[in-house]
């Protein structure tokens, strides 16, 4: 795409805006990007362990009593699904701050916040028994059973609004860098160059994700903190009572956008990191404009997908979740995918674990949406709604997409700022994350193809293979994972 300055401003031509890049600063994170990276690598190992705990319970070979599944299933989807949100800020705040005039200690803050959250949200669970899920889907944290306590479900539900407080800050501190460099959202989302004939350089990638994140996170968070403190009064003031359905809407609308925030500011990190070692830069097109507009929109608009069986939701929901299913994460995966391939065809690259990781994470994410996109299929959700292809699905661009990029991230700053070189370790490690987290997802896979629901404690004997099997892939992940974490830490301790 090229646009000409035009020739009676007498000012000098300006680039091509394909030519015009993200500045790639070689600038060593600051403390607190250290910080948020450790509690994350620590934490996603510990998850792990939690993950591979629940599938041996399926496959039978240890003895994990129900009530204990769920706690240990709420644990580990709250902490999967929190801890990517902290990685992602990491990484989103890393490189947008060498753009944007960002507060540290909004960004500490959410640090604070966010371990003052866990501390809620994990207490309950351990001590009190409660076990409703990260999804906390109304009644069901009020309608225990007797397993726990109406305080124990509202302590917990404060903790996840804790967390959601500290992410709400951090994206309206990215907001008010924003106007106060570019003026408005559509300005840092690159509209007048996508729109307009602004000859001005686009925003770099950095700047356009953060602000596509910070919209929709909002806006998702909002609706989260909502919903939470509406089932907080009604824990406390049973006689204060809410629409099931309506709830049901604002959870998974939270839930939907979270997660898949989390990805869309992780990504960051391969726009900043692949141009470094492909020595080409990151092109912000029209067309990578264009994407990361449309999908601003589209992740908003798609969450009914997530109610496709709740037939008592109007019957445009439902096309509305199918149809923008296949084309919601599209747009900025094609232009990740391909544009990442693009760059690192034929430059050269010396393939460290920084690059490996960060390539499979393209792997990852575009893989993953393939079993997504089938799932949204009205058609193939009658078969496969609430059956371990979810789980399936989301593990593969979370564990493969998401964590990857974490990883990828965190190998290249610690190499930038210690200048240590990968070794033997580095490498078993990252071959053994690459193949153990594929032998984690196909096996979630299979077992749904066959039809096993996915959050049953106890499994037929039949199943039991896809759960052993996926446990002990799991095992190879989490060693994988702690070798990553265990060589940060070490580089990190190493004089600069
Ligand atoms: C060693 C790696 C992992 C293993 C072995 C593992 C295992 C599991 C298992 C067995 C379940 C329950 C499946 C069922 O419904 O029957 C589960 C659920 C889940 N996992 Fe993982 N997991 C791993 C990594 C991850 C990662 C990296 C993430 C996110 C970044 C994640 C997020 C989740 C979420 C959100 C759920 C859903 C919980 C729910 O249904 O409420 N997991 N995982
Ligand atoms: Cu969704």
């Not at 709250?78 to 992602?88: D, H, K, R, T």
């Not at 507009?293 to 997908?305: E, F, L, Q």
């Not at 069986?309 to 391909?338: E, I, K």
């Not at 153990?436 to 039949?462: D, I, M, S, W």
């Amino acid at each position: 795409m090229t646009i000409h300055a035009r020739q009676d401003t007498g000012v000098a031509p300006l680039p091509e805006l394909s030519t015009v890049v993200s500045s790639i600063s070689r600038d060593s994170p600051r403390p607190l990007i250290w910080a948020y990276l450790a509690v994350s690598g620590a934490v996603f190992v510990l998850m792990m362990l939690l993950g591979v705990l629940m599938r041996m319970a399926q496959g039978g070979s240890i003895v994990l009593p129900p009530e204990w599944f769920y706690r240990v299933m709420t644990l580990h989807g709250v902490g999967m699904v929190g801890i990517s949100g902290l990685a992602g800020a990491s990484i989103m705040w890393h490189f947008a701050s060498r753009h944007l005039d960002l507060s540290p200690k909004i960004l500490a803050t959410n640090l604070v916040l966010f371990l003052a959250g866990v501390l809620l949200l994990f207490g309950p669970v351990l001590i009190s028994g409660y076990a409703a899920g990260w999804t906390f889907l109304y009644p069901l944290p009020r309608l225990s059973g007797g397993v726990w306590s109406q305080t124990a479900a509202a302590v917990h539900l404060t903790g996840l609004l804790l967390v959601g407080v500290g992410f709400l800050l951090l994206h309206l501190d990215v907001a008010r860098a924003i106007f106060a460099k570019y003026g408005s959202l559509g300005r840092a989302l690159g509209w007048p160059q996508l729109f307009g004939r602004s000859t001005e350089e686009p925003p770099p990638a950095a700047v356009v994700a953060s602000t596509m994140v910070l919209i929709v996170n909002v806006l998702g968070l909002v609706s989260g903190a909502g919903i939470l403190v509406m089932s907080i009064v009604n824990l406390l003031v049973p006689n204060f009572e809410i629409d099931a359905l309506l709830a049901k809407n604002m959870i998974f609308f939270f839930g939907h956008v979270f997660i898949n925030a989390t990805i869309y500011m992780s990504v960051i990190a391969v726009y900043e990191i692949l141009p470094v070692y492909a020595k080409r830069p990151w092109k912000v097109s029209r067309v990578f404009l264009a994407a990361w507009t449309a999908s601003t929109v589209m992740v908003v608009i798609v969450y009914p997908h997530h109610l496709l069986m709740d037939l008592a939701m109007p019957a445009w929901t439902r096309v509305l979740g199918q149809v923008v299913s296949y084309a919601s994460g599209l747009p900025v995966l094609l232009v990740t995918a391909f544009g990442g391939l693009t760059l690192m065809y034929r430059s050269g690259v010396r393939w460290d674990t920084a690059a490996s990781l960060l390539f499979l994470s393209l792997f990852g994410w575009s893989a993953g949406v393939i079993p997504a996109v089938i799932d949204g299929t009205l058609a193939m959700n009658r078969v496969l709604h609430n059956t371990q292809w979810v789980p399936g699905h989301f593990h593969f661009y979370l564990l493969l997409g998401l964590v990857s990029m974490v990883f990828g991230f965190m190998y290249f700053s610690i190499r930038q700022a210690r200048d240590g070189t990968d070794n033997l370790w580095d490498r078993c490690a990252f071959w053994g994350f690459t193949i153990g987290a594929l032998g984690v997802v196909l096996t979630f896979l299979a077992a749904g193809r066959v039809g096993v629901p996915r959050r049953f404690a106890v499994h037929l004997p039949e199943w039991a293979t896809y759960s052993t099997v996926g446990a002990w892939f799991g095992v190879v992940v989490a060693l994988a994972a702690s070798i990553f974490v265990a060589r940060f830490v070490a580089r990190l301790r190493a004089p600069a």
